[in-house]
């Protein structure tokens, strides 16, 4: 059950990363760059929400939990692919997040627009925008291996195909 559990929260984790990668961010690519910053400060907060942290941390403890109960001798196939989701997930989704996208997300927050010259505006949203979406597209495609993984650990039976 808690693998099954897992999953669908991963599930959505990924389903997250996925919808902003193609169409949060295709949709605010077009717009003017002070309304851009201000949109995607927006954004940024309202993400930071209970819903939100429920995903995104609960597949950090989860995933890991959902291999360790799978940790027996010998070690069956099913242990193998949460740890590589575990992995994964720790390293392309939250190392990622915390070192490169929330820092650049407080940077943002705290970016003026109404002080700021249009010249400094256009730089911040050149400086935020492409690397941005670097890091949340390794996050996507990394959260959509980890729900790969885990679908491919809930399909192993319990006794003979591990």
């Known amino acids: 059950m808690l693998l099954l559990i897992t999953t669908i929260i991963m599930g959505l984790t990924a389903g997250i990363f996925y919808c902003w990668s193609v169409s949060v961010t295709r949709g605010l690519a077009l717009l003017p760059d002070k309304e851009y910053i ?21 597949i950090a403890i989860l995933l890991p939990v959902s291999t360790w109960i799978y940790y027996q001798k010998p070690l069956p196939f099913r242990f193998w692919l949460l740890l590589a989701a575990s992995i994964l997930y720790l390293a392309g989704v939250i190392g990622v ?63 003979g195909d591990d």
């Open 38 to 58: 201000t949109a995607f400060q927006a954004l940024n907060r309202a993400i930071l929400n209970p819903l939100f942290f429920i995903c995104f941390m609960g």
């Open 97 to 159: 997040t915390m070192a490169g996208n929330v820092p650049m997300n407080n940077s943002l927050d705290a970016f003026n627009t109404i002080t700021a010259t249009t010249a400094e505006i256009s730089a911040k949203r050149t400086s935020y925008e492409s690397r941005w979406n670097f890091l949340n597209n390794i996050r996507t495609v990394t959260c959509i291996i980890c729900l790969t993984l885990t679908v491919l650990a809930c399909l192993k039976t319990q006794n």
